[in-house]
């Protein structure tokens, strides 16, 4: 199994809808949590941190869920330039630790 | 702007050839980084950790020999990849977190695209 655990997709969401996609994890020693998002043939970039009490950022919702070991992303009014692949990285300890990525969740918002 | 440089961003060469890639931390000191690699529609692997004075620490599976780390600074960790072959073509992109600053993310280099002939 394993670490870090993503539905691939593609998700293809019309432009403006809201879309929402989780990831899970095996290790509960994991301590930090965050969303990336990778355009094709580029660099990783953050997108977000993700707390326990969730947090929110723009359009952008992460939520965190210890018990159930998941986390989940939800874009709202979803944009054109949202199209992307979203990967969910777990770290066992500060965020300077060693990151686990997940295979990513593809994203595609259609006009 | 970017805290992370990696260069060169694109190489192609033939089988055999060792190929150096250099990670650097532009405005701040990075004892540790990260070398990952991505092969197509996969997920990031990691496959060291570059430690600033002293030895890589490898991931299971990784050839030390062949994945060549030098942290011989505080901003600069190169990774070689000798005797090169077409299977280790692939995405390789390093990392660093920012000395003394828990919990912040960690940067990204561009990453490189390594094609071997």
């Known amino acids: 199994r394993k670490e870090v655990e993503q539905d691939p997709g593609p998700f293809n969401v019309p432009e403006g809808a809201t879309v929402a996609f989780n990831c899970t994890y095996s290790?509960?020693?994991?301590?930090?949590f965050f969303w990336y998002r990778q355009d094709c043939r580029k660099e990783p970039k953050l997108l977000m941190s993700?707390?326990?009490s969730g947090n929110e950022d723009g359009r952008f919702t992460a939520q965190l869920n210890r018990a159930s070991q998941y986390i989940s992303l939800l874009i709202r009014d979803s944009k054109l330039s949202d199209s992307a692949t979203y990967l969910c990285?777990?770290?066992?300890?500060?965020?300077?630790?060693?990151?686990?990525f997940g295979g990513g969740t593809r994203v595609l918002v259609k006009p | 702007g970017a805290v992370v440089s990696q260069h060169p961003s694109r190489v192609i060469c033939k089988s055999g050839t060792s190929v150096k890639i250099e990670c650097r931390s532009l405005?701040?000191?990075?004892?540790?980084m990260f070398w990952y690699r991505q092969f197509p529609k996969q997920s990031l692997m990691l496959m060291a950790t570059?430690?600033?004075?002293?030895?890589?620490?490898?991931e299971q599976g990784v050839e030390k020999d062949k994945f060549l780390i030098n942290h011989a600074s505080l901003t600069l960790s190169t990774l070689t990849v000798t005797s090169a072959h077409p299977e280790d073509s692939s995405f390789y992109i390093c990392?660093?977190?920012?000395?003394?600053?828990?919990?912040?993310?960690?940067?990204f280099g561009d990453g490189t695209r390594l094609s071997i002939l």
């Open positions: 990392s660093a977190p920012p000395q003394g600053l828990k919990n912040q993310p960690q940067h």
């Open positions: 290790n509960s020693a994991s301590q930090s």
């Open positions: 993700v707390y326990s």
């Open positions: 990285v777990v770290s066992r300890g500060a965020a300077g630790n060693k990151l686990t």
């Open positions: 405005d701040f000191q990075a004892t540790t």
């Open positions: 570059s430690n600033e004075g002293s030895k890589a620490t490898y």
